[in-house]
C-alpha cells in the first residue's frame, strides 16, 4: 500500500551501511519510523530527508520491516533553526517534547501538529527571543492536552484575587496561598507575570513581546518541570539550564 503523509523529521538513526530510520510526526498518522534507503550514499537523492526539522511531503510503502519511503518533497527544511545556536537549543527541545508524548486521541495529534509547525516557523523566521517560543510551545501544549494553566483564578477556591501564586506539580494546578498543597512551589513574581503574558499572547504577536529579565528561564523551568510531572517523561534539555 502507498501513502502520502504531511510529516515533520523528529529525529532520525543509522541503520544498515547506507539507510537511514527517520522518526517521522504527522498530520494523518502522529509518529512513526520509516526507513530511507540508500541516503548516506553521496548521490542519493532524499538526502535533505533525514534532517530534524525538516517538513514535508513523504510517499511510504509497506515494506518487509515497516514502511520504506519512496518519495519526498521539502514544504519547508527550518534549516536556519540548526544553523543558529541561538535558535537550536529550543527547536531542539520542541522535537524532544513531541518525541515524549503519548498522545490521547487523533484529534489532540493534530492540534499538536499544527502547534509544532507554528512554533518552528516562528523560531526560525520571526524576530522573538527564542525563548518565548519555547515557553508559549509548552503553555499552549498544556491547553490542547486537558491540563491548561489557568492564572486568573485559584484552582481551588476559585478567587481571582491573589498575589502569591503556587503550582501544584502532582495535578499541574495553580493555587493561591490559602489552597497550597504540601510540596508546591511558590512562583516568582516575573514567573507569574510572564506565563500571564504568554498565556494570552497569540504566537504572531510575541515578536513585540518584552519580558523581565531571564523571566523567560524562571517560566522554562516550571513548564518543563510541569511537563515532566504530567507526562511522566524526562526532559534531556532541562539539565542544561537547571
Ligand atoms: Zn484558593
Redesign the pocket.
Known amino acids: 500500500m502507498t501513502q502520502k503523509i504531511q510529516a515533520i523529521v523528529i529525529r532520525s538513526n543509522d541503520r544498515k551501511e547506507k539507510d537511514k530510520n527517520v522518526l517521522l510526526f504527522s498530520l494523518e498518522n502522529g509518529k512513526m519510523w520509516a526507513t530511507l534507503k540508500g541516503v548516506k550514499s553521496p548521490t542519493a537523492k532524499m538526502k535533505l530527508a533525514q534532517n530534524p526539522f525538516c517538513y514535508g511531503e513523504f510517499v511510504l510503502e509497506d515494506g518487509k520491516a515497516g514502511q520504506i519511503i519512496t518519495g519526498f518533497e521539502a514544504i519547508e527544511t527550518f534549516h536556519e533553526i540548526s544553523e543558529d545556536v541561538d535558535k537550536y537549543f529550543e527547536g531542539t527541545a520542541i522535537l524532544e517534547i513531541i518525541n515524549s508524548i503519548d498522545f490521547s486521541s487523533k484529534e489532540e495529534m493534530a492540534r499538536v501538529f499544527v502547534l509544532t509547525i507554528r512554533s518552528l516557523k516562528t523560531l526560525c523566521f520571526e524576530n522573538v527571543l527564542p525563548l518565548y517560543v519555547l515557553d508559549k510551545f509548552l503553555i499552549s501544549l498544556f491547553d490542547i492536552t486537558g491540563t491548561p494553566l489557568e492564572t486568573k483564578r ?1 484552582s ?2 476559585d ?1 481571582t484575587i491573589f498575589e502569591r501564586m503556587f503550582i501544584d506539580y502532582a495535578t499541574g494546578e495553580l ?2 496561598i ?2 497550597m498543597k504540601y510540596g508546591s512551589e511558590e512562583l516568582a513574581k516575573t514567573t507569574i507575570s510572564a506565563l500571564k503574558i504568554l498565556s494570552s499572547t497569540e504566537f504572531d504577536k510575541l515578536q513585540t513581546l518584552k519580558l523581565a529579565q531571564d523571566s523567560e528561564l524562571g517560566l522554562l523551568r516550571v513548564l518543563a518541570r510541569n511537563f515532566e510531572a504530567r507526562f511522566d517523561k524526562k526532559l534531556k534539555f532541562v539539565g542544561i539550564f537547571s
Open positions: 485559584c481551588c477556591c478567587t493555587t493561591c490559602n489552597c
